[in-house]
């Protein structure tokens, strides 16, 4: 793939522009100024620390796919902001958050499901020629991928390449289609959490178990609190990444394993190791949290986890070019109206069946964006309800798989019709 011509190359000078603008995003988001406690009243941190670095790419900054920072973002930070998010987690308090988290869960892969077929009809009748081709030209292979993504993740997405086999060209504009899409649902999904009261009186929705957890943790840190020194530091960061390096390990293990002995779980994405660090990291994170080490929280361990998460969303936002969307406008309508319909069945869900708009924005993430982006957003509310994000998107990368094929012999149907 050619990477485009940018002013920025060098990493360490992307990276420590990031930086700066967290830096003021934190600082201005601390100021009592009246402009500022009504700007952030209405735009999340959360947010701006993703929307700001998509201007870097948009405007030809800096060229996303060439950069390594997300790679080292999702790979070490990632991971390692789970370990210390989950150290204080309450395991019993997550049960208690009930079957809520399934119904949206399972509403999300449906919505994804359904929503590619509906929107190939309803293109069809607006402009044909965006969903027509032939062959490996067909638009419905392409958009079996981007249903591989939004159930699961890049390995379910890479398992409907190999299935429904679209075209190179057809691929490329699938996963930008995919990328653009899904991060402007993310946005909308942030810009949510700041009128999330609003959202879950119009839902007559039970907020209380989701409070109470958050209140328990946040009542955990304060009767431990310390102002930490280097050794607490230091420890800290040897857990967060000494545990990070372990599931490296047994990710580098199990995943060949799986792959050369027993390839039909592959369907499963268990042959991932991104999968698999994600996973380790998660389960050696709460088994830690039985341990005398959990009292680290004290010295601030879920702090530098949410420092970890958000240098992790500034790469994500790095990614997406909003400009892209014209390139391929008739596709991008496609997967603006499936997305739309994905989250018009959310909404008929969480009405429904009473849900908070937490488990709405995280079980749409579990789905779309996976283990990368649901404990991010499921953290935005709370540090303390990252691992939530982390169980609903392992489901994703179990169903996801099967989800996208359902949906790819959907959308196949459709286009003909």
Request: aromatic share 12%.
């Amino acid at each position: 793939m050619e990477h485009k011509e940018v002013l920025l190359t060098n990493d360490a000078v992307i990276f420590g522009i990031l930086m700066i603008l967290l830096a003021l995003i934190f600082k201005t988001s601390a100021l009592k100024t009246p402009f500022w406690k009504k700007f952030y009243t209405y735009i999340p941190v959360i947010l701006l620390a993703y929307f700001l670095p998509s201007l870097l790419n948009t405007f030809g900054f800096v060229d996303a796919e060439a950069s390594q920072l997300y790679f080292v973002a999702s790979r070490f930070l990632l991971p390692a902001c789970l370990v210390l998010l989950t150290l204080s987690i309450d395991l019993k308090e997550i049960f208690k958050l009930g079957p809520k988290a399934l119904i949206m869960f399972f509403a999300a892969t449906i919505g994804v499901i359904l929503g590619g077929p509906l929107a190939i009809l309803i293109m069809s009748y607006i402009s044909p020629d965006a969903v027509g081709g032939i062959g490996p030209d067909a638009v419905w292979r392409g958009m079996s991928t981007i249903a591989g993504s939004w159930i699961g993740g890049g390995a379910n997405q890479a398992a409907m390449y190999e299935v429904f086999k679209p075209s190179d060209e057809l691929y490329s504009v699938s996963i930008t289609v995919d990328v653009i899409v899904a991060e402007i649902w993310m946005a909308i999904l942030l810009l949510g959490i700041g009128r999330k009261e609003q959202i879950n009186k119009f839902f007559k929705a039970d907020n209380s178990s989701i409070a109470t957890l958050r209140d328990k943790m946040e009542a955990y840190s304060l009767s431990i609190a310390k102002i930490p020194d280097v050794t607490d530091l230091m420890m800290i960061l040897g857990i967060g990444f000494g545990i990070t390096g372990l599931a490296h390990a047994g990710a580098d293990w199990i995943a060949p394993a799986i792959a050369n002995g027993m390839p039909q779980l592959s369907k499963f994405s268990l042959d991932s190791k991104f999968f698999w660090i994600i996973v380790l990291a998660t389960t050696f994170g709460i088994a830690v949290s039985f341990t005398k080490l959990r009292q680290y929280e004290g010295a601030g361990a879920s702090k530098i986890g949410t420092v970890f998460i958000f240098i992790l969303v500034a790469t994500i936002g790095m990614k997406m070019d909003v400009l892209a969307i014209f390139e391929n406008p008739g596709f991008f309508v496609v997967g603006l109206i499936w997305m739309a319909i994905h989250a018009g069945i959310m909404i008929i869900a969480a009405r429904l069946s009473h849900a908070p708009y937490f488990f709405l924005a995280v079980g749409s993430k579990a789905n779309i964006g996976g283990a990368a982006s649901a404990p991010v957003l499921a953290a935005a509310f709370h540090p303390s309800l990252a691992p939530v994000g982390v169980l609903l998107a392992v489901m994703g990368y179990a169903l996801g798989t099967y989800g996208a094929w359902l949906c790819g012999l959907l959308m196949q149907i459709a286009a003909q019709n």
